[in-house]
């Protein structure tokens, strides 16, 4: 069989089984399996060997379980740069680029060295970019599982980011610290909605998932306790989810802060940004 009979065949099985961008997900996996990059390996009439068949069918009968393509290729660029992902953390989102984006541009804007807080980090994405984008500043990066920070410290020394790594429940890891910018995208969704969500967003951690009955008790946590640990004329950006932003910024005004709500890709209110006057 041809890299490109199986490729095609593979879209197929794929496709039949509801999942998403089929063709691109075959390429990808081939690529995995072969060496060649995607589209290349959808043309090619080179015969397979029969361990890269083997393989290419393991990869495959992964994917019709709706195992994450993240997880089966073990990576999500997130910033230009490629950061481990499997079960244990949540997989980054082109959303939270712009979250990113946002805070690194802040941060760049303080003086000497500026402290920095990546609140639930997972796999340490806007932790790590932070810290590798502004190398002046001290990022600290938390999260309450083990297992999370297991990956995140994995991404952090692979990369060169200097970023120190807290365990803790939200502000418990960093009692007594203050900082002049916190970036989070704490879990937001609805505990109900977590039980019909996409076959492979279940397959993420519950815990990076589940917000509460509402998808808010975060953020009234956070929003609680970040008077205590923002500095004055410090900034807070949080990722929020659809229909949470006003809510979201409202918690936080009440605490004194000012705030303003910033669009995704799609013109949803994705990011609010809160500031210490």
Known sequence: MTLQQACRQAARAFAAAGIPDPAWDSGLLMERAT??????????????????????????????????????????????????????????????????????????????????????????????????????????ATDLSPEALAVAKDNAQRLGAPVTFLQGDLWQAVAGRCYDLIVSNPPYIPNEACETLQPEVMREPA?????????????????????????????????????????????LGREGLKTECHQDYQGILRMVEAWRK
């Open 207 to 251: 815990m990076a998932l589940r917000g509460g009955a509402d998808g808010l008790d975060f953020y009234r946590r956070i929003a609680a306790g970040v008077g205590e640990h923002l500095l004055p004329g410090g900034v807070l950006f949080l990722e929020v989810g659809y229909g949470q932003a006003a809510q979201v910024a409202d918690m």
């Open 35 to 140: 060496g060649i990059p995607p589209l290349m390996a959808r043309l090619s009439q080179r015969e397979l060997t029969e361990a890269e068949h083997s393989t290419f069918a393991a990869l495959c009968q992964r994917r019709l379980q709706r195992e994450p393509l993240q997880y089966i290729l073990g990576e999500q660029s997130f910033l230009g740069r490629s950061f481990h992902v499997d079960s244990r953390v949540l997989i980054p989102r082109p959303e939270t680029e712009l979250l990113a984006e946002r805070a690194i541009a802040a941060l760049k804007r303080f003086q000497d060295a500026p402290r920095a807080l990546d609140l639930c980090c997972g796999s340490g994405c806007l932790g790590g970019s932070l810290a590798l984008e502004v190398p002046e500043a001290r990022v600290e």
